[in-house]
């Protein structure tokens, strides 16, 4: 709480002998006149405020809230001190006439300037977001032509084949997919394409969030092959990809093709050679050595 510097009539003042109030007009007519501007106007206390009131019976003070509304109604002098006779709703206060530091109050209903403000700030945070929502189309746009570009690079045009290295959702590794378009939704891209059996696939290729073509290319090769892998692998190994179930004999990139990545490779090394063990989810690993499955677990 601050109590205002020019806030009212000392006691002292008041003990001086005067206990009527004289018109400034009698005795500073010049003085009169600049204060007497401000009567009928009415403020609004900036700050908690102790205020002089009951001037005939004694000026006590009290503690006026903040945003505390008060007109003044007439200049006065108490004692020798240029004051303003103020009207709180039918409450009288007095408040040093000279000097009046207008930055102390407001002329305006702080609850009219506080609602004026809230409707500047939302009027702001739309426009913040239109501009947001401008940008994110531009970005995603670049996103899209970003990857049509590099697929074109890549010589992926409607009609090119591509195989799944790794499941993608429903879809098992070595699925074919017959490339048609990239469709953009959003924040994202999707390459899609049709399925031997009938239907068709979606497969997220980028998100708009602006990154190297080199991730792009890291991402697209880990999804997709442009020729069969597996061309002359055995017939054992690519049904058990199909099934999503390891084979015995499998290499490590046929297990990605079965199984997908491993949430975990532990490796051991010894004189046989380099072990590992693929941790997948629900408990499920798979055991290599030198490179080839020779164990699964459950």
């Not at 006026?64 to 004692?79: L, M, N, S, W």
Request: aromatic content about 10%; glycine content about 8%; charged content about 25%.
């Amino acid at each position: 709480m601050r109590i205002v510097a020019a806030v009212l009539v000392t006691t002292a003042l008041l003990s001086a002998g005067c206990s009527t109030y004289k018109p400034l007009a009698d005795t500073n007519p010049q003085l009169y006149q600049s204060l007497a501007a401000r009567v009928g106007k009415t403020y609004y206390l900036r700050e908690f405020t102790s205020i002089y009131e009951n001037g005939y019976n004694g000026l006590t003070w009290r503690i006026r809230p903040k945003d505390a509304a008060f007109t003044i109604r007439r200049v006065v002098t108490i004692g020798d001190v240029p004051a303003y006779e103020v009207e709180f709703g039918v409450e009288k206060g007095y408040l040093y006439a000279n000097p009046f530091n207008e930055s102390d109050y407001s002329i305006e209903d702080p609850a009219i300037a506080r609602e004026r403000e809230k409707q500047a700030a939302a009027e702001r945070q739309k426009a913040f977001e239109e501009l947001r929502a401008r940008k994110l189309v531009e970005v995603e746009a670049a996103e899209a032509a970003k990857v049509d570009q590099f697929l074109a690079d890549l010589g992926v045009k409607p009609g090119k084949a591509l195989w799944l290295r790794v499941p993608y959702r429903s879809l098992s590794g070595l699925t074919r997919i017959t490339f048609t378009k990239t469709e953009k939704r959003k924040r994202e891209v999707f390459l899609i394409g049709k399925l031997d059996g009938g239907g068709e696939a979606e497969v997220l290729l980028s998100y708009s969030v602006p990154g190297s073509a080199g991730e792009l290319e890291l991402y697209f090769n880990m999804l997709f092959s442009t020729k069969d892998p597996s061309r002359g692998w055995s017939k054992r190994v690519v049904d058990g990809i199909k099934r999503g179930a390891p084979v015995i004999g499998m290499n490590s990139e046929q297990l990605r093709a079965a199984m997908g990545a491993p949430r975990d490779v532990n490796e051991t090394v010894g004189v046989w050679g380099e072990d590992e063990q693929w941790v997948y989810s629900n408990d499920r690993y798979v055991y290599l050595r030198n490179g080839k499955v020779y164990a699964m677990q459950r």
